[in-house]
C-alpha cells in the first residue's frame, strides 16, 4: 500500500523544501539524500512511484529529524498579536448573512471540484471544448471531446457527482467536512476551547482517510500522543500548506465584526496542524468570514481581514500581491502575473491560493458568478479557494438561485450524522454569536 503524505521517503523531499523556504540551510541533509539513492524531487501526488528500501527510509526518518532540530519555535498568540495593527471598528450585524454564507462556501466549492488538480491551462480547453469558456455556470462532460478528456482527466472522486449533468445536493468535500466539524466544536466547548480539544473532536469523528497533507500528518501524531503544537511539525513538511485555511470559516460566522476574535479562534484551532504563514492563512479565512457578516462591500472585508495578518509576512505580500494583480489588466493578465510569482509552489500551499483568493475577492467585485469562477480558472486548488471566496462574496450579497438551486439545501459529508441541511446549519452558526 502506498500510503499519500505520510511515507518518510516522500516527507524528506517535501521538507527540503519548506525548510529552505523558512531559511534553513539544507545543503548538507541534500545531499546525505541523494547520495543514498533518494530522489529530492516532491512527489505531487503525496507519494512517489516506487516504494523505498527499509535503509532508504530509515535515512529518510532521521534526515527529518535533523531538520527538525533546526526549526523556529511555535509563535504564540500573544507574540502574533503584537505585531499587529489596532483592529478595526467594523459596523454592528445588521442582518443574518449565514445562510448565504454556508450556500455559496458549498456552490463555490462544488464548482471546483472536477477540475481539482487539473492545471490552468487544462481548465481552459476543457472550457473551450464545451463552449463554456469562460466560466460562468457548471462544468460537463456532455460533447467533450475524447482527446481533451484523455489529456486532462476529471477529478475522479468529484467527477460523478459535481458536473451539471449528476449534481444532486453538495457531494462529501473535506471543504465541507471541517465547517461543520468547527460548528460541532464550538457546540460542545464554546469559545474557550483548546488546541487539544480539536484534536480529540479529530479522533471522535473525523475518518482519518479524509485528511490530507499536513491534517494526515498531524493525525499521525496526535495518535502517536505527541503535544501540541508537536503534532504541526513532527515530520511534517506541510505546515505552510492550505489546511488550515479551508477550517476557519465558521470561526469568522460566529464572530460578525470581530476579526480580531475570529482570527484568534482560527489560531487554536490551526496550531494542532501548522505554523506560522499557514496558521495566518487560517486567521486570515476567518477574518474575512468575520468582515462579510457586516460589511457593505468585498473590498471593505479585505481591508479588515488583512489587519490579522503580521505584516511583512509571505502571506502579506501574497495578499497584497493578489489585490494589486486585481487593480489592473484584465483576468488573464492578472492569473498571468499571480503563476509568474507564485507558480513554483505547490498547488496546495497556502501562499499562491491565498493570493488567488484575493485576487478572485477583489476582481470579482462582491459578485458571485465571476468571484468564484475567477477563483477556479485560476487552477491550483479549485475547490478550496473558490469555496472561501463563495462563502464570502454568498454573506454579502447572498447566492443568485442558479448557483444555489442545485444544492438543493444539502450537503453530505462523511463526519457522523450523515447528510445535513444547509438551513439547518446556518441556524445553528447563529445560535453561537448569542451565546
Keep these: 500500500m502506498r500510503l499519500t503524505w505520510a511515507q518518510p521517503e516522500d516527507l524528506i523531499a517535501h521538507e527540503l523544501v519548506q525548510s529552505a523556504a523558512e531559511g534553513t540551510d539544507v545543503t548538507a541533509v541534500r545531499a546525505r539524500w541523494t547520495a543514498a539513492g533518494g530522489d529530492p524531487t516532491p512527489a505531487v501526488s503525496g507519494a512517489g512511484p516506487r516504494p523505498a528500501t527499509p535503509e532508504l527510509r530509515a535515512l529518510a526518518r532521521t534526515l527529518l529529524d535533523i531538520l527538525g532540530l533546526r526549526r523556529a519555535p511555535e509563535e504564540t498568540w500573544d507574540t502574533i498579536v503584537a505585531s499587529l495593527p489596532p483592529a478595526p471598528q467594523l459596523p454592528s450585524e445588521k442582518d443574518d448573512r449565514r445562510l448565504g454564507a ?40 456532455v460533447g467533450l471531446p475524447a482527446d481533451v478528456a484523455a489529456r486532462w482527466p476529471w477529478n475522479r472522486r468529484s467527477a460523478p457527482t459535481s458536473l451539471e449533468e449528476n449534481i444532486n445536493g453538495m457531494p462529501e468535500d473535506d471543504d465541507l467536512n471541517y465547517p461543520i466539524l468547527a460548528l460541532l466544536l464550538l457546540e460542545q466547548h464554546g469559545r474557550g476551547f483548546t488546541t487539544d480539544d480539536v484534536a480529540q473532536l479529530w479522533l471522535d469523528h473525523l475518518p482519518a482517510g479524509r485528511v490530507f497533507t499536513a491534517e494526515r500528518a498531524a493525525y499521525r501524531n496526535v495518535l502517536e500522543a505527541r503535544p501540541v503544537p508537536e503534532t504541526a511539525t513532527h515530520h511534517n513538511p506541510f505546515r505552510e500548506w492550505i489546511g488550515a485555511l479551508i477550517r476557519a470559516d465558521v470561526f469568522g460566522w460566529v464572530s460578525p465584526g470581530d476579526v480580531r476574535e475570529a482570527a484568534r479562534l482560527a489560531y487554536t484551532d490551526a496550531r494542532l496542524s501548522h505554523t ?146 444547509i438551513a439547518e446549519l446556518a441556524a445553528r452558526t447563529k445560535a453561537l454569536v448569542t451565546r
Aim: hydrophobic share 45%; net charge negative; aromatic share 6%.
Design 102 to 141: 454556508w450556500t455559496g462556501r458549498a456552490a463555490g466549492c462544488l464548482l471546483g471540484k472536477p477540475v481539482e488538480k487539473i492545471p490552468r491551462e487544462g481548465i481552459e480547453e476543457i472550457l473551450r471544448a464545451t463552449g463554456r469558456w469562460p466560466l460562468d455556470r457548471w462544468f460537463t462532460a
Design 276 to 421: 506560522r504563514n499557514g496558521v495566518y492563512g487560517a486567521m486570515w479565512a476567518a477574518a474575512l468570514c468575520s468582515a462579510a457578516m457586516v460589511c457593505d462591500t468585498v473590498h471593505n472585508v479585505l481591508d479588515a481581514a488583512e489587519t490579522v495578518i503580521p505584516p511583512g509576512s509571505a502571506l502579506a505580500r501574497a495578499i497584497e500581491f493578489g489585490r494589486a494583480a486585481a487593480a489592473d489588466g484584465d483576468v488573464r493578465t492578472g492569473l498571468d502575473r499571480l503563476h509568474a510569482e507564485y507558480g513554483h509552489l505547490h498547488w496546495v500551499h497556502v501562499l499562491n491560493n491565498a493570493a488567488v483568493i484575493a485576487y478572485a475577492l477583489a476582481k470579482g467585485d462582491g459578485e458571485f458568478g465571476p468571484s468564484v469562477s475567477i477563483a477556479v480558472t485560476a487552477g491550483w486548488d479549485t475547490d478550496s479557494a473558490a469555496a472561501t471566496v463563495g462563502g464570502v462574496v454568498g454573506a454579502l450579497h447572498g447566492v443568485p438561485d442558479r448557483w444555489a438551486a442545485p444544492l438543493d439545501g444539502r450537503i453530505a459529508t462523511s463526519l457522523p450524522g450523515g447528510e445535513q441541511r
